[in-house]
């Protein structure tokens, strides 16, 4: 029962900060240029708050440990909470400034380096002491809750900042994760279990795991290539004189269906190869990007974006999967992190190339492009995997004991 009842705070306090941020990313900008009026600081909260997520794998191998428990996870929130309540205290003070913004993102950015693996390992580690299959049941209820805010915050967050609420949503933001950590102060410590050479970087704890490694594969060419899904829906409203029709069918579609695939997701994933799953899931993606290009209509973006919904979701969950059922402690929580860095650098990296590429080949073909470079991904680790196997001696015996544990599972 105190599982359950850890588990609920974990994911109510998530869920709630999740579904503010949404709010606040409508206001941030608007404040920020108001109170500075230069477009380009509109984006350092942002910028400033990646560096540290992108650079974690070197600074928070022995910090992220750290994070073992609610109470502990509650100091990094009000870490965090700090950071976000500076910028509309600056605000309404008249002194709001790039170094301010540019600190406030890099404390930001350490929180969400800290925190977000933190909380999953959390409540997977919650979910072990729960009953079997628990853990990879709350991560994918922390990722569908995740999709509700992304479908339902902008929305919400325009409506408010149209009613004269935009400070007021940065402050909703701050007390929102200060709120979540509180919840999590209920929630005991995890066993954390070291390797014999002290904390596991996230490179040792790939070590006999290549499956795990082949879905990051997947998933960060899928992040890398994701820039075509926005940034060209943008661009191709643009250029047709329908300005924002086509990003809104796209990304409507996309939650509609992400939503549904957290619905399914965990009957699937239980009955299938997790490896498999997450591969011919982000393969699926592709294919519906490449739709999107060829037949570049509202209806036919949004319902490629609802397929390719489903399937990313149904990918997610079966790499959580991989990474719940071969690991625990110190190196589950490696495990989360280096995840958390695959999706972030790997966006990064493809709204850096997104732009020129996008300038050079126009919009429909970015779509078609991303989605056989996706599918080529998805094909080329199909084939790895298949290769090894076939290789004799190939698999290590505690390989072949974790397929026989998940396949009596």
């Not at 973006?301 to 399937?311: E, F, R, W």
């Amino acid at each position: 029962m105190r599982a359950r009842t850890e588990a609920l705070a974990l994911l109510a306090g998530g869920g709630t900060a999740d579904f503010a941020l949404r709010l606040a990313q409508v206001a941030l900008p608007l404040v920020i240029l108001r109170e500075t009026g230069s477009v380009a600081a509109t984006g350092l909260v942002g910028g400033a708050a990646g560096v540290p997520v992108l650079l974690s794998p070197w600074w928070a191998r022995k910090a992220r440990q750290w994070v073992d428990s609610g109470p502990r996870l509650a100091v990094i929130a009000l870490v965090s909470a700090i950071a976000l309540a500076s910028v509309p205290t600056a605000a309404g003070l008249g002194i709001m400034s790039a170094q301010l913004l540019v600190v406030s993102g890099l404390l930001l950015g350490c929180g969400d380096a800290l925190g977000n693996p933190g909380r999953s390992a959390l409540l997977a580690d919650t979910g072990d002491r729960w009953g079997d299959g628990r853990a990879v049941m709350l991560l994918t209820w922390q990722d569908g809750l995740r999709r509700v805010g992304m479908l339902v915050g902008p929305s919400v967050g325009a409506f408010a900042v149209a009613a004269g609420f935009t400070n007021e949503l940065l402050w909703v933001e701050a007390v929102a994760v200060l709120g979540a950590g509180l919840l999590a102060c209920t929630v005991q410590p995890s066993r954390v279990v070291t390797t014999e050479t002290g904390t596991p970087s996230i490179r040792e704890s790939l070590r006999g795991r290549p499956d795990v490694l082949y879905g990051w594969i997947v998933r960060g060419t899928g992040c890398v290539t994701w820039f075509a899904f926005t940034l060209g829906l943008s661009v191709l409203g643009e250029e047709r004189g329908r300005p924002g029709v086509y990003l809104a069918a796209g990304m409507t579609g996309y939650g509609v269906g992400s939503l549904a695939g957290t619905a399914v997701s965990l009957a699937v994933v239980r009955r299938t190869d997790p490896v498999l799953t997450a591969v011919v899931a982000w393969g699926w993606s592709g294919l519906c990007w490449i739709g999107m290009g060829l037949w570049s209509t509202p209806p036919v973006v949004a319902l490629m974006g609802a397929l390719s919904g489903v399937g990313v979701v149904i990918g997610i969950a079966a790499i959580s999967v991989l990474i719940t059922r071969s690991s625990e402690g110190a190196e589950r929580r490696a495990l989360l992190a280096g995840q958390a860095v695959v999706v972030n650098a790997g966006s990064a990296a493809g709204l850096l190339v997104g732009g020129p590429i996008l300038g050079a080949v126009g919009p429909a073909t970015s779509l078609i492009g991303a989605g056989l470079v996706t599918v080529a991904a998805a094909v080329l680790v199909l084939l790895s995997r298949a290769t090894e196997r076939a290789v004799p001696g190939g698999p290590t015996r505690r390989r072949c004991r974790r397929s026989l544990r998940r396949s009596a599972r």
